[in-house]
């Protein structure tokens, strides 16, 4: 009869009802007072008191005033069969405390662990049926089977009732076990929603603050492709025409291109703001504005620019053509500004899953291992940022070849699928 108590009958012993405290001492002393009646005027009366006071004091020391001893499997199972056999020896000699039996199934159903719970209450409704055959002569075959009968008719009912009392407590333990299981996994999962909105609400602060990094970036980009080339040019036309003040056909001439390279880079400011094409890329193809763009520098810069396209020109993405085009210009403008070049050459390649830009010059060219953060030595600055961001930004790859006194050469390349399978 030992094992771990059930989380129910743990709980059914700590509120101990009045009636499981009650009525065992309530059934012991009417079937006292009606044995003193009955037995009064009879010998054998002082057996019975000894009995029923042996009863009494045993409930009294170990269930009564031992609350504790309740939860001891073996303590509880001495108790029982302590009680029962005093029981029997009761029924034995008057067959009214029979009537017994209830304190006896009330101890079983409450002190007795399972499966032993049902032997205890077998028990109870042996002695129970027995007190009701009492009148029933077992010497005889049919007496005897009457006898049996009479204790199944008891036994096999309280045992059922027992079972099924067992199988009813097995599944209100499952039904709180489910609900104690379902209520952690809802506080699980409440503080895995907390968390995860505080997470999400860290995520779109992170998404956030990328994002104006991201425009900002851009935005700096835009703004030193058209504004700051076109305001460096616009400041070469003017230093010129300042020089041809006394020729006034080559003063014209300057200050005509530099309300021209004014107009423009307003142009190309309002369309980087709203974040359009550039106007070479509206009306044609990269190659196309590519050679635009050269032949604009040429006029402004008075050197010519060699334009090359290998390979089959194509629709490409939005992205590829702007970031070549942007580089192109940059390019362009470094060569104006730092490498006082003879020659300068351009070449577009399309090729099958890729498309390069290499823009080349024989000018002074500089040593890219004295670049020192955003900034070199030979005049190169955010212009070379742009350029990498722009192609990186796009899974390509910048390379910048260059030494003192011989030239310089800038290599993009980029992965470039048709435009129709980035549409």
């Not at 107009?263 to 890329?281: G, I, M, N």
Request: glycine content about 8%; proline content about 4%; some cysteine.
């Amino acid at each position: 009869m030992s094992g771990p108590v059930p989380r129910a009958r743990l709980d059914a012993r700590e509120q101990w009802p009045l009636v499981v405290a009650v009525a065992p001492y309530l059934l012991l002393a009417i079937l006292t007072a009606i044995t003193v009646a009955e037995k009064h005027s009879s010998g054998g009366l002082t057996v019975d008191l000894v009995l029923c006071g042996l009863a009494a004091l045993w409930m009294l020391c170990m269930v009564t005033l031992r609350p504790a001893w309740r939860e001891s499997p073996p303590a509880m199972a001495v108790f029982f069969t302590v009680l029962m056999a005093i029981m029997t020896v009761l029924v034995v000699r008057d067959p009214w405390w029979g009537f017994f039996a209830p304190a006896g199934y009330l101890y079983a159903f409450r002190l007795i662990l399972w499966p032993w719970q049902l032997l205890g209450v077998a028990v109870v409704a042996a002695l129970a049926g027995t007190a009701q055959a009492s009148a029933i002569g077992k010497t005889t075959l049919l007496g005897f089977v009457v006898y049996l009968a009479v204790v199944a008719a008891n036994t096999l009912p309280m045992c059922g009732f027992a079972w099924f009392a067992r199988r009813s407590r097995e599944q209100n333990d499952q039904r709180e076990q489910a609900l104690r299981e379902a209520r952690e996994a809802n506080r699980r999962l409440e503080a895995s929603l907390a968390e995860n909105a505080g997470l999400h609400e860290r995520l779109v602060a992170q998404a956030r603050e990328t994002g104006i990094m991201d425009e900002r970036q851009r935005m700096a980009r835009e703004i030193h492709d058209t504004l700051a080339q076109g305001l460096t040019g616009i400041i070469t036309q003017l230093q010129a025409a300042e020089q041809a003040e006394d020729d006034t056909a080559d003063w014209r001439r300057h200050v005509t291109a530099a309300t021209r390279l004014a107009r423009e880079s307003l142009t190309e400011a309002r369309r980087s703001v709203h974040a359009l094409r550039p106007e070479p890329l509206e009306t044609a193809r990269l190659s196309e504005a590519l050679t635009g763009v050269a032949g604009r520098w040429s006029a402004l810069h008075g050197l010519a620019v060699e334009v090359t396209t290998t390979g089959t020109a194509r629709p490409m993405e939005r992205e590829v053509e702007v970031a070549l085009l942007r580089t192109a210009q940059e390019a362009l403008a470094n060569v104006a500004r730092h490498a006082r070049a003879t020659r300068v050459g351009v070449t577009l390649s399309y090729m099958e899953n890729e498309v390069a830009l290499d823009v080349r010059d024989d000018g002074c060219g500089f040593d890219p291992a004295k670049m020192t953060g955003e900034r070199t030595e030979t005049g190169g600055g955010f212009g070379l940022v742009a350029m990498r961001q722009r192609i990186e930004g796009l899974s390509g790859t910048l390379q910048v070849e260059s030494e003192p006194g011989a030239g310089t050469g800038i290599s993009a390349c980029v992965p470039a699928g048709p435009a129709e399978a980035s549409a």
